[in-house]
């Protein structure tokens, strides 16, 4: 159950224990760590495998109509006009299948780069400034730095990079009480 290390700071060792012993066995429930922005809900996955899927079918029926002009036209000026309207329209919408293909990549990277807000930062970066060369995203970490320069509140402290005392823990020694554990709870999922 070491998905669910990030519970034990919340709950302290007893509780965490307690809820370790009995989510054994349990086939039927996951909990996850959706604060971090990689958990994508099924609905949403759901629709992006919808929109994908319109698009291959979009791409099969063009080219099944580039393959019937190909054959079936009269004259060699309507197949050529038939042919670069279907290789444009097939162009199109490859490209925008790169567009959104590129968009989800970078906000996979903006999320991973511990935004508070992924939607928040995406728009603050500019996709024109964005390429992908060989799996690798190009531009964006300049962006995503002067971001967090300028910005820096849209993004998470790294974990031990902030100093001091934390004023919501419970001084060291002592048991959390059942109100501190809420408090940081209700904290840890809106973000604080």
Same mark, same amino acid.
């Given at each position: 159950?070491?998905?669910?290390?990030?519970?034990?700071?919340?709950?302290? %060792?007893?509780?965490?224990?307690?809820?370790?012993?009995?989510? &054994?066995? /349990?086939?039927?429930?996951?909990?996850?760590n959706?604060? %971090?922005? @990689?958990?994508?809900?099924?609905?949403?996955?759901?629709?992006?495998?919808? /929109?994908?899927?319109?698009?291959? #079918?979009?791409?099969?029926?063009?080219? #099944?109509?580039?393959?019937?002009? &190909?054959?079936? /036209?009269? =004259?060699?000026?309507?197949l050529?006009?038939?042919?670069?309207?279907? &290789?444009?329209?097939?162009?199109? #919408?490859?490209?925008?299948?790169?567009? &959104? @293909?590129?968009?989800?990549?970078?906000?996979?990277?903006?999320?991973?780069s511990?935004?508070?807000?992924?939607?928040?930062?995406?728009?603050?970066?500019?996709?024109?400034?964005?390429?992908? %060369?060989?799996?690798?995203?190009?531009?964006? =970490? %300049?962006?995503?730095?002067?971001?967090? #320069? =300028?910005?820096?509140?849209?993004?998470?402290?790294?974990?031990?990079?902030?100093?001091?005392v934390?004023?919501?823990?419970?001084?060291?020694g002592?048991?959390?009480?059942?109100? =501190?554990?809420?408090n940081? /709870?209700?904290?840890q999922?809106?973000?604080?």
């Amino acid at each position: 159950m070491n998905e669910l290390e990030f519970l034990k700071p919340i709950l302290g %060792d007893e509780l965490y224990a307690q809820l370790t012993e009995k989510l &054994q066995g /349990a086939e039927n429930l996951r909990l996850v760590n959706a604060a %971090d922005g @990689s958990f994508v809900p099924k609905e949403k996955m759901e629709q992006l495998t919808r /929109a994908n899927g319109d698009y291959k #079918k979009q791409i099969a029926e063009l080219n #099944k109509k580039l393959g019937e002009m &190909q054959t079936g /036209a009269a =004259s060699a000026d309507e197949l050529k006009k038939q042919l670069a309207e279907a &290789q444009a329209g097939i162009a199109a #919408k490859e490209a925008e299948i790169r567009k &959104q @293909s590129l968009e989800f990549r970078v906000k996979d990277a903006v999320r991973e780069s511990r935004a508070k807000n992924a939607d928040l930062v995406l728009r603050s970066i500019d996709l024109s400034k964005v390429s992908e %060369d060989n799996g690798n995203l190009i531009g964006l =970490s %300049d962006q995503l730095e002067a971001l967090k #320069k =300028s910005d820096g509140y849209l993004f998470a402290d790294e974990p031990g990079q902030s100093g001091g005392v934390d004023p919501h823990q419970e001084p060291s020694g002592e048991k959390p009480s059942a109100n =501190s554990i809420i408090n940081a /709870a209700i904290r840890q999922a809106a973000g604080y």
